[in-house]
């Protein structure tokens, strides 16, 4: 089945824009460190081993491609697309498989630059979003 990627209800595919690999979208998150009291009489140090597990953000990475004519049609499209990403507050990333969907409230770590290989005429573009969630929800 295909995954299908949406930010905002926009699908990647209506800028010609598809991932090839994922990451961070499934799987374990890292736990953030407790709260640690170091006392200069005691050996080691105290934390709190009643608090409950806290999160760090989740960081998804998404590396993409897509076709296009020529350099300057890639070039348009990109930045058309990189701008659903420059925006104030979080983002929804949507992954669906079918009638399952995955949501998440993002925001843009990082644009990588763009890489260029022209094959048979056509610009096949290359770029990796780099995505986080500060609060991520198990």
């Known amino acids: 089945m295909e995954m ?3 930010i905002d209800g926009v699908n990647f595919k209506d800028y010609g824009v598809y991932v090839s690999s994922s990451s961070g979208l499934l799987g374990a998150l890292k736990v953030k460190s407790p709260l640690k009291v170091a006392w200069e009489d005691e050996n080691g140090y105290s ?7 806290l999160w760090e953000a989740r960081v998804i990475v998404l590396r993409c491609f897509m076709t296009a004519s020529s350099s300057q049609e890639a070039t348009a499209r990109i930045k058309e697309f990189a701008g659903l ?6 983002r929804t990333l949507e992954v669906s498989v079918g009638e399952k969907s995955l949501a998440y409230e993002v925001l843009l770590a990082e644009f990588s630059d763009v890489y260029s290989v022209f094959k048979q005429g056509d610009v096949v573009a290359t770029f990796t979003l780099k995505l986080e969630e500060p609060s991520p929800h198990l």
Request: charge should be neutral; aromatic fraction near 18%; glycine fraction near 6%.
């Open 4 to 6: 299908i990627y949406k």
């Open 47 to 53: 934390i709190d081993s009643e608090a409950t597990p």
């Open 85 to 90: 990403f420059y925006k104030a507050g979080l």
